[in-house]
């Protein structure tokens, strides 16, 4: 065997193991951001159960305002059924708007405000929020590291060859929507 062969076959050699390892941190960073979004999912059905409990303690004390019950029940309906990341964002946007008329509400309710159970179920979604948004902080930040990876030369050609895509971000239509429905008492 030639100087020359061997050159070329360590040439490939190096070649195919480098595709390996391209391959390898592709799947790496793919799983990361189905892990990242499976966190996501789980605090977001947290905070979709504590939801009923919320309005019906409201409703106890504001059972007239109706229509501020159908928007937290229909915003939370669209944010469980929703299926793409963007999707759910949108409708995430969606039910934290209606939390805030839901506080909005408990506000002109001084006897609510002191309810026990509610500053209760108040507290634990506002911890429920600062673990959403630490949950998309990790997700958006995989996502990051995925679509980087997926876009620049030469680890393009490897997810591009194995079908690898972008990863879509976890982003709020309106900054604002980022705060925790607070509601000072």
Do not use: C
């Amino acid at each position: 065997m030639g100087t020359s062969a061997i050159i070329l076959s360590a040439i490939a050699a190096v070649g195919a193991l480098w595709a390996i390892m391209a391959y390898n941190g592709l799947v790496k960073k793919r799983t990361m951001v189905e892990e990242a979004w499976s966190g996501i999912s789980v605090q977001l059905k947290r905070r979709h159960d504590l939801i009923p409990n919320l309005m019906n303690t409201v409703k106890g004390y504001a059972s007239h305002e109706k229509e501020v019950f159908e928007k937290v029940s229909e915003a939370r309906s669209a944010s469980m059924s929703a299926g793409s990341v963007g999707d759910s964002a949108k409708a995430e946007s969606m039910l934290t708007g209606a939390l805030r008329s839901l506080f909005a509400v408990a506000e002109a309710y001084p006897d609510l405000k002191a309810n026990e159970n509610f500053v209760q179920l108040q507290g634990q979604l506002s911890s429920l929020e600062d673990e959403i948004q630490m949950a998309r902080r990790y997700y958006n930040g995989s996502a990051r590291n995925l679509n980087i990876a997926v876009q620049t030369f030469p680890t393009n050609l490897i997810a591009s060859t194995f079908g690898f895509k972008k990863a879509e971000f976890f982003e709020l239509e309106d900054r604002s929507e980022g705060e925790v429905p607070l509601v000072s008492f």
